[in-house]
């Protein structure tokens, strides 16, 4: 064979190994998908959403784990969104080529990518052990902190794209740097920092490991902040693995619920952002 | 005034000139931001501290060969954090070894080959697998790829692989399905959006020039990825590798349902295992408070916590060298 048919056919190849690797991992997302449709479905009726969790075999729902999950996510959003914006903010606006800012920001992505499972243990040496209890708070907080880092990081990205001449022309007012930040430049933002919280709650969502040592899970009723939690990640891990088969299916039913939210929530952010940038 | 002023220096230049009118919502404001921005310092240092603090009991109690003796047994409260770190890197790094690949072939295909209006669906569907809840993994791999593999694909690899000398070792046992090679590639399929995305964006910022020149002298489409875009890119991709690389180490839920959860040390890719993110999520639940399992739990805590923070920084450090000049 010649060299130009041996680097032709190498070409081809790679080519071809290359497509089929890109195939094998739409197979893989499809198969996760298909196994969630397959088996969840058929556990979904009425009684996950107006029940809630039972011994096996009384025929409880998810409900408490439901609401628990949306409290938990809300106190988390209360808490984390303020202190994210205005952590991106300062890292946009006024920290820019500061070595503070450098290294806010190399925290901030190693927060981002931290292992969640230590900042569970963390909330649990911070609040869990000298309060004495494990706590709604305690698993909203830990959540806030993952939600900060995904909030700073997307409203960096976002306020950088704001054209300069905006906030040049607010100043020429006689604007205030609280209003030009709040009234112009935030707006200009608003879409893309509205996507970052979206997925920032996508990633509090979905997160089990922080919750196993704050917020604990709770097989009643429960929605007061200062007592054990129950949530949707939490009851499937305890069902998942448990022996009866309708606790089990109910697992199954809990993960299709959570990966549909989470998943329309990230193709709904990244809809917006592909429109912004 | 240099005319290539950014508009943030602009704007803090115009703030400053602005203060003197003697408003006091401003300074609040910016001490605000600034206060934000120094929590979020805090709260790294935070999470250091207390980790360390948590676990120091057990490191006083174990000394520092706690970090390598591979005995765990809460029995006689003899605890240390060898079987977990080696799980930990061993289960971490098959991911990779399985991830790498996949990922080199995805970003061409996304660069270089795919048609031009598939590029982005596919993409966001690569995408996709990075959102799905690690717990999801976990039942998936549990249920579905724990039993298939159990059935299908470690039966023939024993009977294949174990009668060989020295690497035989890796394929002893009975095909239990859980263990470090399900595990390592359950973490690959986790890791790999995150590698590939990182590899689409390194080389979509190979300046063009530079390709077409390779293209000039007659170069075909894989020599040009192989020759000109990866070398461009190379420390930023490292970077990339490593940053998938500290997500393994730590991921927990996905790990814990599929790694068999013993704590005894073996060889075989086929035993059971830990990492030290599975044997906490594991056994806090039977660890008192202020007992010393809990310590030396803590203390795991942290030394995962050093590990990752050692592979995230190295690898923030070589995709930034890269990708901001």
């Not at chain 1, 070595?99 to 230590?118: G, T, Y």
């Not at chain 2, 002023?5 to 000139?17: E, K, N, P, R, Y």
């Amino acid at each position: 064979m010649s060299s130009l048919a041996r680097r032709r056919a190498t070409d081809y190849t790679v080519k071809a190994i290359s497509t089929g690797f890109a195939a094998l991992s739409l197979v893989l997302l499809a198969w996760i998908l298909w196994t969630l449709l397959s088996r969840g479905l058929p556990a979904l009726g009425p009684h996950v959403f107006t029940k809630i969790t039972a011994p096996p075999g009384a025929g409880g729902g998810l409900l408490n784990a439901i609401v628990g999950s949306l409290i938990q996510i809300g106190v988390a959003l209360v808490i984390g969104t303020p202190i994210g914006l205005m952590c991106g903010t300062f890292l946009a606006e006024n920290g820019r080529g500061t070595q503070i800012a450098n290294a806010v920001r190399f925290v901030n992505d190693v927060l981002l990518s931290a292992p969640s499972i230590l900042i569970g243990l963390f909330v649990y040496q911070l609040l869990v052990v000298p309060v004495g209890g494990f706590s709604g708070w305690a698993g909203s907080i830990a959540l806030a902190i993952l939600v900060i880092p995904v909030v700073v990081r997307t409203t960096e990205d976002m306020l950088n794209l704001v054209p300069i001449g905006l906030r040049e022309a607010a100043f020429a007012l006689g604007a205030p740097q609280w209003k030009v930040v709040t009234f112009i430049t935030w707006r200009a933002a608003r879409a893309g920092i509205v996507t970052g919280i979206l997925l920032a709650v996508a990633r509090a969502a979905g997160e089990t490991a922080p919750l196993l040592f704050t917020s604990l899970g709770n097989n009643g009723w429960s929605i007061s902040l200062n007592a054990p939690m129950a949530s949707l990640p939490i009851a499937i891990y305890q069902y998942a693995a448990s022996p009866f088969e309708d606790w089990v299916a109910l697992a199954w039913a809990g993960a299709l619920i959570i990966t549909v939210g989470v998943l329309t929530l990230n193709i709904l952010s990244r809809l917006v952002l592909a429109k912004m940038k | 005034m240099d005319a290539t002023l950014t508009g943030t220096q602009a704007s803090s230049v115009i703030a400053t000139a602005h203060k003197p009118t003697g408003r006091i919502s401003d300074p609040i404001f910016v001490a605000l931001l600034w206060a934000s921005g120094i929590f979020v310092l805090i709260l790294l240092g935070l999470i250091i501290a207390m980790l360390f603090e948590g676990g120091l009991p057990a490191l006083k109690e174990f000394g520092i060969s706690f970090l390598w003796s591979t005995s765990w047994n809460p029995v006689t409260e003899r605890f240390g954090a060898g079987v977990m770190v080696s799980g930990t890197l061993f289960s971490a790094v098959i991911a990779v070894i399985v991830a790498l690949p996949l990922s080199f072939g995805i970003a061409f295909f996304l660069t270089e080959i795919a048609p031009g209006p598939l590029r982005r669906p596919i993409g966001v569907a690569v995408q996709l697998l990075a959102a799905i809840p690690s717990i999801i993994y976990g039942m998936w791999g549990f249920f579905i790829v724990v039993p298939l593999m159990a059935a299908y694909v470690q039966p023939p690899l024993i009977e294949l692989l174990s009668p060989i000398p020295f690497i035989g070792a890796l394929f002893q046992g009975p095909p239990l399905g859980a263990g470090m090679l399900t595990a390592g590639l359950i973490l690959a399929l986790m890791i790999l959006p995150f590698i590939t995305a990182m590899f689409v964006e390194v080389l979509e910022s190979v300046p063009p020039m530079i390709k077409e020149s390779a293209y000039g002298v007659g170069a075909t489409t894989y020599e040009v990825y192989r020759n000109v875009s990866v070398p461009y890119g190379r420390a930023a991709m490292v970077g990339a590798v490593m940053l998938g690389l500290g997500r393994a180490l730590g991921e927990t839920m996905a790990v814990t349902f599929v790694i068999g959860n013993a704590t005894r040390m073996s060889a075989s890719l086929f035993a059971p295992g830990a990492t030290i993110a599975s044997t906490i999520a594991n056994e806090f639940p039977e660890a008192s408070q202020g007992s010393l399992k809990l310590q030396a739990l803590l203390e795991l805590g942290f030394i995962l916590f050093v590990i990752s923070f050692i592979v995230l920084a190295l690898s923030r450090l070589l995709v930034r060298s890269k990708l901001k000049g």
